[in-house]
């Protein structure tokens, strides 16, 4: 198993920052895939930036310039950093690993954005 533990979330009026973090341990045999994803409330999950193996990332266009996701050189922590944050972006932020096939979810964190 692969267990996932997400941190950073909080309260933050819109213009400000947060970065987050995601660890995964358990079982991981090598490098995985991770990814943010995102829930509003009364919506869908969707995709906030994801980052390959080999370092590769990519953005939903909500995301881009203002997020950036990285992650710790060989190891299986991703960071989001989220700036110019709007209130539009309040939501519980899951990071995902993904490993042979595999998605790993973590519990989530919220990120709430006054106006």
């Known amino acids: 198993q692969v267990q996932l533990v997400e941190s950073g979330g909080g309260l933050v009026q819109a213009g400000g920052s947060l970065r987050l973090s995601c660890a995964a341990s358990?079982?991981?045999?090598?490098?995985?895939?991770m990814a943010w994803y995102r829930q509003a409330p009364g919506k869908q999950r969707e995709l906030v930036a994801g980052?390959?193996?080999?370092?590769?990332?990519n953005y939903a266009d909500s995301a881009k310039g203002r997020f950036t996701i990285s992650r710790d050189k060989g190891q299986n922590t991703v960071y989001l950093e989220m700036n110019s944050l709007r209130p539009e972006d309040t939501a519980v932020y899951y990071c995902k690993f993904l490993q042979y096939g595999m998605d790993y979810w973590g519990k989530g964190t919220l990120v709430t954005v006054s106006s």
């Open positions: 980052i390959s193996e080999g370092g590769n990332t």
């Open positions: 358990g079982s991981i045999f090598g490098i995985g895939a």
